[in-house]
C-alpha cells in the first residue's frame, strides 16, 4: 500500500446529498488536505434498481457548493478508475472466479422464497437468522442438476466460522469480532452479475490505495466481511475509523429522514439562502472538537487544525439553535448587495415585490435587507422578518398588544402620530427629532417612550432601527398602524 494518504467519499446516487453523507465526505476531505492526501469520489452504483435520475450530480453539486473539492471522480479521473462501481466489472468478475477456483467462495442456489422461509425458521427456534451453508458443499453433480434448470445462482463467500477479526478503529479503538457474527457465507456477487457492497468495497479500496476508510458507525458490522474479503487475497486493509451517528439535540434520538423538526438534506439549505461556508463549518463540529473554545473557523483554518484523534466517541448532537448562531455569524459578514441578490428571489416568491422592480423599488428593497442583516440566519428568513414592509395586516403578540395598555400610551402615540404629520424631509434623522420633541411634550421617557411607539408602528417588541424602521415604512403606513393601535387602545 502507498504510504500517501488516500481517502474517499462513496455515494450511493440513490438520492440528495444527506446530512450525515455531507459530514462522511467532509472529515474525509480535512483529513485528506490536512495530510496533503488526496480525496477521491466513488460512485457506488450496483444496486440498480434504487439509483435515480440526476442523484450522483446531485451529490457532487451540494459537495461543491459546500465547498469541498476533490482529486478524482467520474468526471476528473486518475489512474485507479474507472470512479463508478457499475463500470469496474472487469476487475471483480476475475476475483470472483479466484475466491470460486480456491473454494474461498461457491454458487448458492437458493431462491428467495427458501431464504425467507429458513430465516423464519430460525426466528421461530429463537436463533439469530443466518445463512445455513444449504448450497456449501454441493457435488458438481448437483450443481449441473441446478444450472440444467436455469436456475441463476448468486456466489457466495465461505466465512472460515473459526476465525477471529481484530482492529484498531481510529475512534473507537480496539474492536473485535467472531467470524461467526456476520451471519453465516454472505453473498459477494448477485444473481444479475453485479458484486455486492461489501466485496466491492474492499476490491476498491485495495485497488484504489485507500489508506484510511473513515464512515459512519453503522457500518461497524460491514468491516468483518470486508477484513475477510483482504484475508481471502492477502492484501493489508486501510486503517479504519467509525464516527458516531448523528442525533436530534431535542429528542436524542438518531436522526432520522421522518424527522421533520430538522432540515437534513444539503440541497434545503441551499434553497433556504444559507451561507455554504457556514454550513461547512457547522457540519464539521459535528462528532468533531477543536482545541479551545472557538467554534467559528474558515475552510483554511479547518484544513490546518483537523485532526481525526479528536473525533467524538458520544453521539454527535444535532442542535439547530447553534446551526442558526453560526449562520447568523457569517450572515453579517456578507456584502449587502450579495444578500440582497439572494433575498430578491424569496421576496418575488411571496409575492412582496414584482420579478423586474423598478430601481426605486430595488434601492428600498435594499435598505429593508439592511435593518435586518444583523438579525437573518439565511436569505429566505426576509420574508418573514420584513412582512411588516408588505403585508396590510400586522400580527400582534400578547405581549406586544400588553404594552400598549400603559398609562401613558394613549398621550404619547397621539404627540407622535401630530409629530409625524409634520416630519419633512421624511428621513430617519428627523424622526429621531419627532420621537425627542414627544419625550418634552409629553414627559414620558425610556421604555415608557420608545416601546409604546415601536409596538404600534411595526407590531413588535424588538426589531432594527426604530427610525429607519418608520422612514422605510413610509408616512402613510405609519401613521395608519398608529390609528390602528389608537382605535385598538380605546376599545
Known sequence: MTKKIRVRYAPSPTGHLHIGNARTALFNYLFARNHGGDFIIRIEDTDQKRNIEGGEKSQLENLEWLGIDWDESPEKPGEYGPYRQSERKDIYDPLVDQLLASNRAYKCYCSEEELEAEREAQRARGEM???????????????????????????????????????EDIVKGHITFEAESVGGDFVIQKRDGMPTYNFAVAVDDHYMEISHVLRGDDHIANTPKQLMIYEAFEWEP??????????????????????????QFIEQYRELGYQPDALFNFISLLGWSPVGENEIFSREELIEIFDANRLGKSPAAFDAKKLEWIANQYMKNVDLDELTMKAVPHLVKAGYMSENPSEEERQRIKKIISLYQ??????????????????????????????????????????????????????????????????????????????????AVSGQMHGPQLNDTIELLGREKALEHLDNALNMIQQ
Open 374 to 455: 444583523e438579525q437573518m440566519s439565511y436569505a429566505a428568513q426576509i420574508v418573514k422578518l420584513a412582512a411588516l414592509f408588505f403585508e396590510e395586516d400586522m400580527d400582534m403578540s400578547e405581549e406586544a398588544k400588553e404594552v400598549l395598555q400603559g398609562e401613558t400610551v394613549p398621550q404619547v402615540l397621539e404627540a407622535f402620530k401630530a409629530q409625524l404629520k409634520q416630519v419633512e424631509p421624511f428621513e430617519a434623522a428627523e424622526i429621531q427629532k419627532a420621537v425627542k420633541a414627544v419625550q418634552k411634550e409629553t414627559g414620558v421617557k425610556g421604555k415608557k417612550l420608545f416601546m409604546p411607539i415601536r409596538v
Open 129 to 167: 437468522p443466518h445463512y445455513s451453508g444449504k448450497c456449501a458443499n454441493l457435488t458438481a453433480k448437483e450443481r449441473q442438476e441446478k444450472e440444467a434448470e436455469g436456475i441463476t445462482p448468486v456466489i457466495r463467500f465461505r466465512v472460515q466460522k473459526e476465525n477471529t477479526y481484530s482492529f
Open 238 to 263: 486501510p486503517q479504519f475509523g467509525h464516527m458516531t451517528l448523528i442525533i436530534n439535540s431535542e429528542t436524542g434520538k438518531k436522526l432520522s429522514k421522518r424527522d421533520e423538526t430538522i432540515l
